[in-house]
């Protein structure tokens, strides 16, 4: 007997992928204006964030329609699996990046500058310690404790993540409300969390004078922590689609990847948010 083979579905043209890289050359070249007070900076890294808004959602309202149409199968289901696999990956690699540099200048830049070899070289005043102000920082700072907020925004994290999990498995369950009270505690934890962060920088700049400027310290701790607070926004828009796409009927206890996509986001969100209070707050 001969078994029907499954179609591989193949998308129209698309006029997103140019949307796209207009708008990331857009946000590219404005910022640095911006950055150097160089011509209308702010106006292009304006329109380069409009673009990028517009073609968001018109690529992946595409998709959701094509989706939600029955036009893809496992192979696409399989490609899609792939992509954000990869797409993570690339995302771990980043954070590796800046998880290195902290290393590099933790474990051997600042003792390096401090042995005799370099003795009369560094500043009158350095300390070969973490965190040091060196060096660029002008003025002291305090640097910030674990516990705290920082300790409550790892705990809150970590429960988004049960409660995500809860919310999964109501959807495997084809329990809707299960689903969707899952979600909604789970952007509202992402949200509480990010109230919570920028507390912590109005504080760290007004009362410990801790800023981005802080020397090599507070260029890591605000770069790193800044950077996982953008990728908390992220998922946390991610999640709100993923809510309003279950409110409109969308997924089923068999095919919902969109939905699992930004769960595995959510949770590597949570992982690097772990080794970011361990080794930036705690070490």
Not at 31 to 50: C, D, I, Q, R, Y
Not at 107 to 134: C, Q, R
Not at 138 to 164: H, K, Q, R, V, Y
Not at 234 to 242: C, K, Q, T, Y
Request: charged letters at 10%; proline letters at 4%; a negative charge.
């Amino acid at each position: 007997m001969s078994q029907a083979v499954e179609k591989y579905f193949v998308p129209e043209p698309s006029k997103f992928p140019i949307f796209g890289s207009f708008a990331l050359l857009c946000i590219g070249s404005g910022a640095v204006m911006w950055l150097n007070s160089v011509g209308p900076g702010p106006e292009v890294f304006f329109l380069g964030m409009a673009t990028l808004i517009y073609m968001l959602f018109g690529w992946f309202g595409q998709v959701i329609r094509e989706s939600e149409g029955g036009k893809y199968g496992k192979q696409v289901d399989s490609a899609f699996r792939w992509s954000m696999g990869w797409f993570i990956f690339s995302e771990v690699m980043f954070f590796a990046a800046f998880f290195g540099t902290l290393f590099y200048v933790r474990v051997i830049a600042v003792p390096s500058l401090g042995s005799e070899l370099n003795a009369g070289l560094i500043w009158d005043g350095f300390k070969a310690a973490w965190p040091t102000a060196g060096p660029h920082a002008a003025d002291t700072f305090s640097p910030m404790e674990a516990w705290g907020i920082p300790a409550i925004n790892t705990l809150i994290l970590l429960t988004s993540g049960a409660t995500l999990t809860w919310a999964h498995w109501g959807l495997t369950k084809d329990n809707r409300g299960q689903l969707k009270l899952g979600l909604l505690f789970t952007i509202l934890l992402g949200a509480i969390f990010l109230s919570l962060q920028a507390f912590e920088y109005i504080h760290a700049y007004e009362e410990m004078n801790l800023k981005l400027t802080s020397g090599i310290y507070g260029s890591t701790f605000f770069m790193m922590t800044g950077f996982h607070g953008l990728h908390v926004t992220i998922g946390a828009i991610m999640l709100l689609v993923m809510l309003f796409r279950v409110l409109a009927g969308h997924f089923t206890k068999e095919h919902h990847f969109a939905f699992e996509a930004a769960a595995w986001y959510w949770h590597f969100v949570d992982v690097v948010w772990l080794l970011l209070f361990v080794v930036v707050y705690w070490l």
